[in-house]
């Protein structure tokens, strides 16, 4: 039987997609407890008994000065900033895509300069935007806005521009007008699309918040990732790095149950 | 006066002539099937009849109006395919027709109740009422044109134009399609234009044949000359014509 017709059955798919977690659990396990054995008070891998210790810290523990969970107002934060960003992206995004791919006025108009816009590394621009909005939560919302915009709208266009032409004719021959075809005709069809290329922009809009966050803030996952950087925390930037894995996940999974409540007719043809 | 009008109308892309000296004028109430080889510009010409091209020269006119420079209400369009709208349900599809004149696309308060009387009127006479609250994806072929056909026609358009609505059926549901469409005609005597590519299914639907061919080939570019209407057949009475010639003419009878 060849490689590609063989499908493993439930249990074993199970075992498989396991797998790799548990071999990278394994490997850190041993490569920490090689290194602790050699010196007990080595700080590069922590044992996974430590990290959970530190975790369980982290999030119940508030700090000593500030009375207050750091990691929750870590959390609130950069949950904020990214919500906002993205938020804003997936608002410009739709409006742009629907004109770009309705309108041959708005097709002309900002199709290239989008084009051009969605080439330029928006880290480059960190510098700029710390010196234009100042170091507080604008600039870092801007960043992620202008991280994803331009890719968001791009693919939304292309995706209005894919409605078939038959479908515009018909509505116009029910006597729709541009408002209705674009409302009731091209936004309904674009926003599954809408939601997969939120899920597509997380990605990089976590990249473009931790960054943000790590060259200046006060507050922030990013943030206390990079400060405690310095004293050799692993403890403290792996229980993060975890964490933040664990939101983005989530989030990914809301959204693509979202998509699929929301969008019965989607997956009628399957 | 005719009901259609279509005045020496011309279409070139480019140097590319499409279609050159069309000249037909139709009854309202008339079934005109299109027929032609691929590529003769008998898609373009439906184009034309419903709007979506202005011709480079001529003019096309309904019921003597100016002719129209964008699609609109007067005409109703069924294509071959992509004639529904995916993300509504089969009474969402039919209710749009109602829906979309209004300036938002969504029907006031008052208006709803009879609009729905009216879909679900549309619905049991297209024998899609099983299916009213599924999505047109998990419909068959044969019941997305009828949904098609039906939301067309609850535009009330004052002239039908199909494009190979039946192109994509299998022969069986062909011929159920097309009892369906003759049965409508007659209940609602509207003007219908169908381009098809089977000759049989023209001449069975349609009072006119319009044959689209090139009236002549250029020998250095094939490109220079358009097609046209080179013939005009009466299909009434199974294609054999004068059939009903002593009912016009009785001093032509016999003794």
């Known amino acids: ?270 | 006066m005719s009901f259609v009008s279509v005045r020496n109308v011309w279409q070139k892309y480019g140097d590319r002539s499409i279609l050159e000296r069309v000249n037909v004028s139709v009854d309202e109430g008339e079934f005109i099937s299109i027929v032609g080889a691929s590529g003769c510009g008998k898609s373009t010409f439906l184009r034309m009849l419903l709007a979506e091209e202005t011709p480079s020269k001529g003019e096309i006119s309904i019921d003597g109006g100016i002719p129209a420079v964008e699609p609109g209400i007067e005409r109703g369009v069924v294509f071959q395919r992509y004639s529904v709208f995916p993300h509504m349900t089969v009474r969402g599809n039919l209710l749009a027709a109602e829906a979309f004149g209004t300036p938002l696309g969504r029907l006031p308060r008052n208006a709803r109740k009879a609009a729905q009387d009216r879909a679900q009127a549309t619905l049991d006479r297209i024998g899609l009422t099983h299916v009213a609250e599924q999505y047109p994806a998990s419909l068959s072929g044969g019941m997305q044109q009828r949904l098609a056909i039906g939301q067309a026609l609850m535009a009330t358009p004052r002239v039908l134009l199909l494009d190979e609505p039946f192109g994509a059926l299998d022969p069986g549901t062909r011929l159920q399609m097309h009892d369906f469409l003759m049965e409508l005609r007659d209940e609602t005597g509207m003007t219908v234009f169908m381009v098809t590519h089977d000759l049989h299914e023209g001449f069975k639907l349609g009072d006119r044949v319009l044959v689209f061919d090139k009236p002549r080939w250029d020998p250095v570019d094939p490109n220079v000359i358009g097609a046209t209407i080179t013939y005009d057949f009466d299909a009434r009475n199974q294609g054999v014509p004068f059939q009903d010639i002593l009912e016009k003419y009785p001093m032509l009878a016999a003794g």
């Open chain 1, 1 to 270: 039987m060849r490689l590609i017709n063989r499908i493993p059955n439930r249990p074993g798919a199970v075992l498989l997609a396991a797998l790799p977690f548990v071999l990278l659990l394994v490997a850190y396990s041993v490569a920490s407890d090689i290194r602790l054995t050699a010196n007990p008070s080595d700080k590069l891998l922590p044992a996974p008994s430590t990290i959970a210790a530190t975790a369980e810290r982290l999030f119940t523990e508030p700090d000593r000065r500030s009375k207050e969970i750091l990691l929750w107002n870590d959390t609130v934060a950069s949950l904020a900033r990214l919500m906002g960003g993205v938020g804003i992206s997936a608002l410009l995004s739709l409006v742009i895509g629907l004109a770009i791919g309705l309108l041959p006025y708005a097709r002309s108009l900002f199709s290239s300069f989008i084009a051009v816009l969605s080439m330029v590394p928006p880290l480059a621009l960190l510098p700029i935007l710390f010196i234009v909005f100042g170091l507080g939560e604008t600039s870092k919302v801007v960043l992620i806005v202008i991280g994803i915009t331009p890719f968001m709208t791009r693919d939304l266009a292309q995706r209005v521009l894919e409605i078939p032409k038959e479908q515009i004719v018909k509505a116009q021959t029910l006597g729709a007008s541009t408002a209705v075809i674009a409302l009731r005709v091209a936004l309904p069809q674009i926003l599954p699309r809408l939601i997969s290329n939120v899920r597509l922009s997380l990605g990089s809009a976590w990249l473009f918040l931790i960054a943000a966050e790590a060259v200046a803030s006060n507050v922030g996952l990013g943030y206390r990732i990079f400060l405690v950087r310095r004293y050799l925390a692993m403890d403290v930037i792996l229980t993060y790095v975890i964490w933040i894995t664990l939101l983005a996940f989530i989030i990914d999974w809301l959204l693509k149950t979202l998509s699929r409540r929301a969008f019965p007719w989607m997956e009628a043809g399957l």
